[in-house]
């Protein structure tokens, strides 16, 4: 099983780069999804970030989260098309909610915006080293408890993951049968939320032990390395820039 936003060990180009390079990318790529409404740019944007993870050998790790980001996708749309009604209206649910072509259109524009967001941070964490992370951020000026709460919850959801489907395979290999289909899943939740939240909390106490251990609060620093920016962190950070440009002309001109 390959756990979510866990750091995947390669020598692709983006694992090259320095943090602060791909952080100045998620930024970017991030503000363009969030800005423009565009249906075609938007697919053209996740296109291109599947090939940056082709090409920085990251593809199957990123394809492997497009079932949970389908899923999402489905639940979001469905969301926004009940709430946010608008436009024509082509079908009505029990003769009460109806679906129009306003609340559709906005519902797969905010699925696309997730699709990328989701995609850019899953390039970001799988090819960065949380200590490259936190040292990144230090030198960005970033109050080092906010990078510590940060990093933490970025190590804990694959942590939780692990853990959560041993809870399950323990029960299950103690004749516990939740039963099929959409209500199994749902009445295996209970059983294992319970245990992996007082583990969360067994495991959020010996984190603060070890923080102490470690001199947290000294606020001294000794990194392993130093990761500075490079030739290929130049070309990319140039190309970024005129990404970026481009996008405001086309914005502004409406374009895009």
């Not at 409404?37 to 593809?59: N, Y």
């Not at 899923?71 to 082509?90: A, Q, R």
């Not at 209970?190 to 969360?200: E, G, Y």
């Not at 070890?210 to 606020?219: E, N, P, V």
Request: glycine content about 8%.
């Amino acid at each position: 099983m390959t756990e979510i936003l866990q750091y995947v060990q390669r020598d692709g180009f983006f694992h090259r780069l320095a943090p602060l390079t791909k952080i100045l990318f998620v930024i970017i790529v991030g503000t363009m999804s969030i800005v423009s409404t565009s249906i075609p740019f938007l697919v053209s944007v996740i296109i291109a970030l599947l090939i940056i993870a082709f090409i920085a050998g990251l593809h199957r790790e990123v394809l492997r989260q497009f079932f949970l980001i389908a899923v999402m996708s489905v639940i979001l749309i469905v969301i926004t098309v009940i709430t946010l009604p608008g436009g024509t209206t082509f079908f009505v649910i029990g003769g009460i909610i109806p679906i129009t072509t306003g609340g559709l259109l906005i519902g797969i524009i905010m699925t696309l915006r997730f699709a990328v967001l989701i995609t850019a941070i899953q390039l970001f964490v799988l090819s960065t080293q949380p200590r490259d992370l936190v040292h990144t951020l230090e030198r960005m000026k970033v109050p080092v408890d906010y990078t510590l709460m940060f990093v933490i919850a970025l190590r804990f959801i694959p942590t939780l993951q692990i853990e959560g489907l041993r809870i399950h395979e323990a029960q299950l290999s103690r004749g516990y049968n939740p039963g099929s289909g959409v209500g199994g899943k749902i009445r295996s939740i209970a059983p294992v939320m319970v245990p992996l939240v007082s583990n969360s909390l067994a495991r959020s106490n010996v984190l603060g032990l070890t923080i102490d251990l470690r001199g947290y609060r000294t606020k001294v620093r000794t990194p392993i390395r130093e990761r500075h920016l490079n030739g290929l962190d130049y070309a990319v950070i140039v190309m970024l820039v005129v990404v970026a440009m481009a996008f405001t002309y086309s914005t502004f001109n409406g374009l895009v």
